[in-house]
């Protein structure tokens, strides 16, 4: 967290980092800081193993879930365990976080019985903004997995006078993905690339990023299981069948990645 605070964000460019899995911290210009989905835990693996999942972490956490109260914000996209993780939350809520939170109903409901004041949560849902700073922050459709959570969103992220990025979330293809995201026009999508769980494949995911024509597509939600694993160049893959194979960017874990928009 001392290394995300001391990070120098340049005007009209978002940085971001990836924790693994659908986690990520972002920073704006303005020094705003906002985690979405942190899973800093190992939580899954019991869990999943009651189901015959390997679901243990392949690689650490790559910060304490206590640092994370230096944060803005704390942005949710459903409530499944690798993203409304207890095992996170806990001691973030220990160490005096107080949020404030976004999220989903189902995932609202979640983070009481964790504990988080109501008042201290903000529900969102598709076309509903919230502002922090100089963000801008509108929950957008996804399409959920199961029954067990029907909420889900995705999030645009877009930074005043700067780009905007488009987190897909947990989210299955559907046209209204690019319906909902296009008007924004995001510069980079963030996309889910996990099949084998109903989420959007490498194919979906680039059919999504030529289909909203971003400049760049970042694979994500592919790493951290072996029974939740997919090659990220299997993106790379289709998005050159898409004919636009030079938009792929692949994150390392815990390094900062700065995009400014081309064309400012």
Not at 129 to 136: P, Q
């Amino acid at each position: 967290m001392k290394e995300l605070q001391r990070f120098e964000v340049p005007a009209r460019s978002l940085a971001i980092w990836w924790l693994g899995q659908m986690s990520f911290i972002l920073k704006s210009p303005g020094g705003k800081i906002v985690a979405i989905d942190p899973y800093l835990s190992n939580s899954c693996r019991q869990a999943a193993m009651e189901g015959g999942f390997d679901m243990d972490r392949q690689m650490p956490p790559p910060m304490a879930a206590s640092d994370l109260v230096g944060i803005d914000l704390y942005l949710l996209t459903h409530s499944h365990q690798d993203h409304l993780d207890p095992d996170t939350l806990r001691p973030y809520l220990q160490a005096g976080g107080r949020g404030p939170f976004v999220a989903p109903a189902e995932t609202v409901e979640k983070l009481c019985n964790h504990g988080v004041h109501a008042s201290a949560i903000e529900m969102t849902w598709p076309n509903h903004c919230t502002l922090v700073g100089d963000l801008t922050i509108q929950a957008t459709f996804a399409i959920p997995y199961s029954g067990d959570d029907l909420t889900h969103v995705g999030y645009l992220v877009g930074v005043a006078g700067g780009p905007v990025f488009y987190f897909t979330g947990d989210t299955a293809y559907h046209e209204i993905l690019g319906v909902a995201a296009g008007p924004h026009k995001p510069d980079v999508l963030v996309a889910v690339i996990n099949g084998g769980f109903r989420n959007m494949g490498p194919y979906e995911a680039a059919r999504l990023a030529k289909e909203l024509d971003v400049k760049l597509v970042i694979p994500c939600h592919h790493d951290l299981f072996r029974d939740n694993m997919v090659p990220p160049q299997m993106l790379r893959t289709n998005l050159i069948m898409y004919g636009i194979g030079d938009r792929y960017c692949l994150l390392e874990h815990a390094k900062p990645f700065v995009y400014t928009c081309e064309h400012l």
